[in-house]
Nanobody, 115 residues
Framework: QVQLVESGGGLVQAGGSLRLSCAAS????????TRWYRQAPGKQRELVAS???????FYADSAKGRFTISRDNAKNTVSLEMSSLKPEDTAVYYC?????????WGQGTQVTVSS
């Protein structure tokens, strides 16, 4: 069983930066595709960025050029560096690990961007 713990959320002014981290325990972290999702109040959860076991990355259009996903297999962590934050980035951000039928989620971390 894999457990995920996110950290790094908080309150930031528009234009600021935050770095989210997700620490995984259990499982073979290097084998997982890791993703960051977010869910704003009243909206569906949406994929923000992902990075495969081979370090191929994907970004939602809203994240391109502002967010960077990275992973450290030695430390079993995946991070999301966010810059030029906008009020519309306000959401709960979730870490997700997938491999085959395995699908694990963290508890989420709140990011609030004030205008």
């Amino acid at each position: 069983q894999v457990q995920l713990v996110e950290s790094g959320g908080g309150l930031v002014q528009a234009g600021g930066s935050l770095r989210l981290s997700c620490a995984a325990s259990g499982g073979i972290f290097s084998a997982y595709t890791t993703r960051w999702y977010r869910q704003a109040p009243g909206k569906q959860r949406e994929l923000v960025a992902s990075i495969t076991s081979g370090s191929n990355t994907f970004y939602a259009d809203s994240a391109k050029g502002r967010f960077t996903i990275s992973r450290d297999n030695a430390k079993n962590t995946v991070s999301l560096e966010m810059s030029s934050l906008k009020p519309e980035d306000t959401a709960v951000y979730y870490c997700n690990l997938v491999h085959g039928f395995a699908d694990y989620w963290g508890q989420g971390t709140q990011v609030t961007v004030s205008s």
